[in-house]
């Protein structure tokens, strides 16, 4: 019984990293990625830092953090909505492959574009800009967390029907800019009036930038651990409606 569940998961497995593989080589220069992964929130990006004193090495957690937001998010609402477009997602459906399997896949293909871009800005900032790293493990739990929990939200949005990524873009950069605004990007949190901090706290967002100011020395206003607990509940939350989501919807066709 216990061979039988093994195989079982391990064959699960197998299938999600064969599509998180697959969705790899086909999305990740697709221009929507692009676009939505790493021309927007680097454009953003510029567009804080012309008009700020601070040196750029202080502002490498801000690239971090929006490049892992919006990276890691955009996959999903790409993949998914294109695939049924062209009836691949269909067809994996109709093949011995669960349902279960291809969200994972495609959230760790996420996970992979959203940690493998953000890495980048970190290594250059090392080498010629004065970045430095002072806890590992806070920049470690701030990748890992950060890119599953908004990974996980992209797939979430995907779930919305649709056959063009516009589709599922348009709703969640609803959420996506606003959380901008209130997770101490452009403004500290410290700065911000009381009920603004208490909304800040609601957002994953807030605690990925806190993190990642945290593992280049800087101040924090939460917390590691309470930056943890909160990426850790959003990281199952969105799992487990994204998952439910997509359930509903094969099941109304």
């Not at 990276?71 to 062209?86: K, L, M």
């Not at 590992?136 to 950060?146: I, K, P, R, W």
């Not at 063009?164 to 709703?171: A, S």
């Amino acid at each position: 019984m216990m061979n039988a569940h093994s195989s079982h998961y391990s064959r699960e497995i197998r299938v999600a990293w064969a599509i998180a593989v697959k969705d790899m080589r086909t999305y990740y220069t697709k221009p929507p990625s692009l676009m939505f992964g790493i021309l927007f929130p680097f454009s953003l990006f510029l567009s804080f830092s012309i008009g700020t004193k601070a040196p750029l090495a202080a502002q490498i957690p801000i690239l971090v953090s929006q490049t892992l937001f919006f990276a890691s998010s955009s996959i999903g609402p790409v993949v998914i909505p294109t695939e049924r477009a062209n009836q691949t997602f269909d067809r994996f459906l109709t093949s011995p492959v669960s349902l279960l399997s291809i969200l994972m896949g495609k959230t760790l293909a996420g996970i992979i574009y959203g940690a493998g871009i953000s890495v980048i800005p970190v290594l250059v900032g090392m080498a010629f800009f004065g970045f430095q790293i002072i806890s590992l493990g806070a920049l470690f739990a701030c990748f890992l967390l950060s890119s599953l929990a908004f990974s996980a939200l992209g797939i979430m949005f995907a779930s919305i029907p649709g056959q063009t990524p516009g589709q599922v873009m348009m709703p969640l950069n609803f959420v996506r800019i606003p959380l901008l605004f209130i997770s101490g990007v452009y403004t500290p949190i410290r700065d911000l009036p009381t009920w603004m901090q208490a909304v800040s706290m609601l957002s994953p967002l807030t605690h990925t930038v806190e993190l990642a100011r945290y593992a280049s020395g800087g101040e924090t206003f939460f917390g590691p651990i309470l930056n943890v607990t909160i990426l850790t509940i959003y990281v199952a939350t969105f799992l487990l409606m994204g998952i439910r989501f997509h359930i509903m919807n094969q099941r109304k066709e």
